[in-house]
């Protein structure tokens, strides 16, 4: 398991009770969420960190505010930050009310977001 089951369980629960139609999809060694074609959020077990991180597409106005609390990391799968992506440290999503805060900033976010391209199948 590369992902926490249970927080998958709780962003599942939370987006529902928001009325998001989602998706969810395992990917890259842990498992994303997505609104209208596009990632939302995602968890996986970061292994430099050592534990599970939730990783939020917020957007850059929301990440330069975000970055700033203790418990945010930037999102650098290749080294290098990637706009307007954030992770977020257990310390951030323990509580309900924490992680309903985060997932609706990505919510949020989400309408101005661009999908990515969907690669033609051959």
């Known amino acids: ?66 970055i700033e609390k203790a418990e945010c990391l930037p999102m650098d799968f290749t080294g290098r930050p990637m706009k307007g992506y954030i992770y977020v440290t257990p310390d951030g999503w323990d509580l309900d009310e924490d992680l309903e805060y985060w997932i609706k900033l990505t919510l949020a976010f989400n309408p101005l977001a661009k999908a990515s391209k969907k690669r033609k199948k051959k």
Do not use: P, W
Request: charged share 30%.
């Open 1 to 66: 398991m590369a992902y926490d089951e249970y927080l998958a369980d709780r962003i599942g629960q939370i987006l529902k009770s928001l009325g998001a139609d989602f998706t969810i999809k395992k990917m890259m060694g842990g498992l994303l969420f997505s609104v209208d074609d596009k990632m939302l959020c995602g968890i996986h077990i970061d292994k430099k960190y050592g534990d599970s991180l939730l990783m939020a597409r917020i957007g850059e106005e929301a990440y330069t505010k975000e």
